[in-house]
């Protein structure tokens, strides 16, 4: 066992881990963060994607060692408990881009990612090339797709909060 | 139509849980004292198991139990069934191999769970697993469905591997018909398999009281009361009422989720055996080699025309794979839910079909969305548009001049349409595709040396799965009716318990919308409760696109009951007649009076019980119903597909994607084009990307995601979606069904637009860049007949 520390979701937190144990394990079984979800075993669907210094990566694939020192947001971290969604998330339930959810958290993640990349206007190519790393079964991607620009767009507007802050 | 009601594209419900990472999946719940299950699972695809070593295993840190079949068995936990009786064509029921939970001697597909060590962690469990030693005789294996008869005999009681041999509709009137044909189209089709592959992995968290003697079980499941059941009645694990099953979110299921799986079966077993909640999640590689898989036929189909391009009769043999074991649904899938389709939206005098089912050394086969009805679509509408070319007749003429134009039709294949507007839904895609101007289109593809093709798909379904006597009849094991309580509460809001269970559709969402319409009460005051035994009395389940057709008529017949009660309580309050009571607008009026009572006054009275005496009008307001559907209902559509190839690459783009589709009445548009949505990204999937692969040896060779290629965001187009609607006439909303229209008409479009681009019929799915550019590279001219 090894002790790791971090700060997740802007809160200062410690735990004892295996050198093994996953980030997204840290994340659920030490924290109780479930919104990170595994997937696959290979670093394909993108469940699991979280930020780590305000960049996106798959938990899944990442020591919870590895992030010593680091700041990790999830998907619980984005808008406070009962304070205004980000506008990536209320894209995402305006333009119906989830369905069964369970990819959800992933997609709004790499969503910021995008658009800390590429910026606020997204055309449909750029969205769905840059969404390569995350897997739906459901939505077929249409809604996804329509969801992360208009998303991208809004967040340019009301001045609000960018993926990594 | 008012903002929540019918018809609204209201916003999810459900949504809030998702987007802020609140949902509960079987995988967030979290039991004290929780232990993890690791199974020991077969690496070869058939094998005697010789022996059997644990005590390695025992003694690793964390380990506190480790459990094979031999410890199953002698517990007399039962095994696994499958419920839907088929005859073979001799009258012999079909062979129903034993399928224990952990395997008995001999493994019979790879992943086949041989042992399961229960530890205190995932990782201490991983170690110790390692540790098992098994002693396997390799065996022989078979997986192609065409070679099942003639390879290895994998269970004792099913000579040649075959499960049945099945037939539907008059061979001789067939033969009559097609000895009279003008023009006879032959194709040999394989229909691949697939892989579901929804993106939450399987999981089980079984926990025992043993002050109550009580199990639970939180499980990926579309359906809790069928999965307690069988467990209960079958397996043998527990009576029904100790026994409770609870599905909370459940991310997505596509058919896979209804299947009573060997883990959860373990799960309960293990957790009673140890004194301690027991926790299983599949890896990915695990879901691959466990989940039950979709399709694998292998069919011969003809098609008889007459000079004029009038259908006359169709013959079609099928072998279908249905793996290693017969999961729970397995045997209706490749006959009640496939050869009643043949007739697609034909009239079609004669249809002959045979199917022999088989065993392979593979994992088990069973729905995967459209279940049956993909692979009859597929034979249809390959028929369809083959016969249209050979003869040189528009592929679109040829479906008009065959279309069911008058209802009810009873086609040869059992089903009686009962309506439909097949003319109006090709009208409205040919429109919105403009088909008129493809060869514009095709001219300046080539001028860019890629080929442009045009395919359709004009489908037909039978969904709102059932009448309960007409599926006893053809022998299913359950009722499919469906259940519902209302429940009113004292200030007026309400909590609908439905039998269904929603995984991505929206049922919180689309339920409410009919009570708050029905009832004139805030959308928001409308709770919806699925997914739990111990809530929900009973229930069917989420499959075959049912929910609408037959959960919500449930939800209504419910609804019915609780007007007329709330109308006896009104009259007492207004000191009028019953008779006279007019519930409207969440209203109660007396007629002709300006005397009324609001929705919640009348709630309230339900249950304070004032103005009324408890001995002649019970208390309450609290309504449940079955509701039993008359018919099937038949959602049915045209989808187009336009292809754009690289000859160079043989890649395929999909570069126009039109469905209209006619789903009857629709509750909610968004939720509806979202189901069309991810429907056809399935089928686009089967036909361009996805298949399972066996090699000779019976490894799966596409095992991960890395292997197995599902659809990406940049694989797909964009959808045209539109709809008709001719109403429902079985059901009282008029809704027919949606969830699986896209993946049963996308496979026969992106197919037919394919052979047309490149001018050949000579390709199989998935057609992956290197199919096509083979096509390509061999392809002869296609010639008209």
Redesign the interface.
């Known amino acids: 066992m090894a002790s790791v520390s971090m700060t997740v979701n802007g809160k200062a937190v410690a735990g004892d881990v295996e050198a093994r144990t996953l980030l997204v394990q840290f994340l659920r079984e030490n924290l109780r963060l479930t919104g990170t979800h595994v997937g696959c075993d290979t670093s394909q669907c993108g469940a699991c994607v979280v930020h780590i210094d305000g960049i996106a990566v798959k938990s899944c694939t990442t020591l919870a060692l590895q992030c010593e020192g680091a700041k990790v947001t999830t998907i619980e971290g984005l808008a406070e408990p009962n304070g205004p969604l980000h506008p990536m998330q209320e894209a995402f339930r305006e333009h119906h881009g989830l369905q069964c959810g369970f990819c959800t958290p992933g997609m709004i993640m790499a969503a910021l990612d995008i658009v800390r990349r590429h910026g606020n206007e997204l055309d449909e190519r750029t969205i769905r090339e840059q969404l390569d790393g995350n897997i739906c079964r459901c939505t077929g991607y249409h809604n996804i797709v329509k969801a992360i620009a208009a998303g991208a767009k809004a967040m340019a507007k009301g001045g609000a909060r960018q993926a990594a802050e | 139509m008012s903002a929540t009601g019918i018809g609204a594209a209201v916003?999810?419900k459900?949504?809030?849980?998702?987007?802020?990472?609140?949902?509960?999946?079987t995988?967030?719940v979290?039991r004290p004292r929780e232990t993890r299950a690791v199974f020991v699972r077969s690496p070869h695809a058939h094998a005697k198991i010789k022996g059997i070593d644990t005590s390695a295993a025992k003694t690793m840190p964390g380990v506190i139990a480790v459990l094979t079949g031999a410890e199953l068995a002698n517990d007399k936990i039962g095994n696994l069934i499958c419920g839907w009786m088929i005859h073979s064509k001799d009258g012999t029921p079909m062979k129903m191999a034993p399928h224990p939970a952990l395997a008995v001697g001999k493994v019979n597909h790879q992943g086949d769970a041989v042992a399961v060590v229960i530890a205190e962690t995932q990782?201490q469990g991983r170690d110790a697993a390692e540790k098992i030693k098994i002693d396997y005789e390799p065996l022989p294996a078979v997986t192609d469905p065409g070679k099942a008869k003639s390879g290895p005999p994998i269970h004792e009681l099913a000579p040649k591997n075959t499960i049945y041999e099945w037939s539907l509709g008059d061979a001789k009137a067939v033969d009559a018909a097609f000895a009279s044909a003008k023009h006879v189209t032959k194709l040999d089709i394989v229909n691949n398999r697939l892989v579901?592959?929804?993106?939450?992995?399987r999981a089980a968290l079984a926990e025992y009281d043993a002050g109550t003697d009580q199990l639970t079980l939180w499980n990926t499941t579309q359906n809790p009361h069928v999965s307690r059941l069988v467990i209960a009645a079958f397996v043998g694990m527990a009576p029904e009422h100790k026994l409770r099953v609870i599905a909370p979110?459940?991310?997505?299921g596509?058919g896979s989720k209804i299947f009573i799986y060997p883990e959860e079966v373990v799960c309960l077993w293990a957790a009673r055996k140890v004194g301690r909640p027991v926790r299983w999640?599949a890896?990915?590689?695990e879901s691959f080699v466990t989940d039950a898989h979709g399709r694998d036929h292998v069919t011969h189909a003809e098609l008889a025309l007459d000079a004029n391009g009038k259908i006359l009769a169709m013959r079609v043999k099928t072998i279908a794979n249905l793996g290693a074991y017969m999961s729970t649904f397995s045997s209706s899938v490749p006959t009640y839910l496939y050869a009643t389709l043949l007739s697609g939206q034909y009239d079609i005098p004669q249809i002959y079909c045979e199917v022999d089912a088989v065993y392979t050394n593979t994992v088990p086969v069973d729905a995967y969305r459209g279940a049956g009805r993909p692979e009859a679509t597929f034979v249809v509408e390959r028929l369809v548009e083959v016969a249209a070319r050979q003869m040189g007749i528009d592929p679109a003429d040829l479906r008009k001049r065959n279309f069911v134009k008058s209802f009810p039709h009873q086609t040869p294949v059992i089903m009686a349409y009962d309506a439909g507007d097949y003319n109006a839904s090709l009208r409205k895609a040919l429109d919105l595709a403009d088909v008129k101007g493809f060869n514009k289109r095709k001219r300046e593809a080539a001028r860019h040396n890629k080929l442009r093709g045009l395919g359709y798909s004009t489908y037909i379904e039978a969904c709102g799965i059932a009448p309960s006597q007409a599926v006893g009849s053809l022998g299913c094991g359950v009722g499919l009716w469906e259940s519902a309580e209302v429940r009113v509460n004292p200030t007026g809001s309400v909590e609908v318990l439905t039998g269904t269970h929603a995984?991505?559709?929206?049922h919180e969402t689309t339920f409410a919308q009919l009570v708050s319409e029905r009832l004139g009460i805030p959308f928001e005051n409308v709770s919806i409760v699925h997914g739990d035994t111990d809530k929900v009395q009973f229930g069917m389940g989420t499959y075959g696109s049912r929910s609408g057709a037959v959960g919500m008529s449930a939800v209504v017949k419910a609804l019915d009951k609780i007007e007329a009660k709330a109308k006896k309580v009104a009259a007492h309050m207004l000191e009028a007649a019953e008779g006279d009571i007019v519930f409207k607008d969440g209203k109660f009026t007396v007629a002709g009076t300006d005397k009324s009572a609001a929705w919640g006054d009348v709630a309230l009275n339900a249950y304070i019980a004032h103005k009324f005496a408890g001995q002649e009008l019970e208390p309450g307001l609290k309504e449940t119903s079955f509701y039993d559907p008359t018919n099937f209902t038949f959602p049915a559509g045209c989808h187009i597909c336009e292809v754009e190839i690289d000859r160079e690459t043989g890649k395929t783009e999909i570069v126009n994607w039109t469905a209209v589709d006619d789903f009857g009445t629709v509750v909610n548009p968004?939720?509806v084009?979202?189901q069309v949505?991810?429907?056809?990204?399935?089928g686009i999937g089967q036909a361009l990307l996805e298949g399972a692969i066996y090699d000779q040896d019976g490894q799966l060779v596409t095992g991960?995601?890395?292997d197995y290629c599902?659809?990406?965001?940049?694989d797909?187009p964009?959808?045209q979606v539109g709809l008709t609607e001719t109403k429902a006439p079985s059901n009282p909303l008029g809704i027919k069904g949606c969830g699986e229209a896209?993946a049963i008409a996308a496979p026969a479009a992106v197919i037919n637009a394919i052979t047309d681009a490149i001018g050949s019929e000579d390709i199989t799915m998935p057609a992956t860049a290197q199919a096509v550019w083979a096509a390509l590279k061999h392809a002869q001219p296609r010639q008209a007949a």
Request: glycine share 16%; net charge negative.
């Open positions: 916003r999810r459900e949504d809030l849980r998702f987007i802020t990472g609140r949902g509960q999946y995988d967030d979290i990782v579901p592959n929804a993106i939450e992995p979110d459940v991310g997505g596509f999640t890896d990915r590689s995984h991505g559709q929206g968004m939720i084009e979202g949505h991810g429907g056809i990204a399935q991960s995601l890395m599902m659809p990406h965001a940049h797909l964009s959808f896209g």
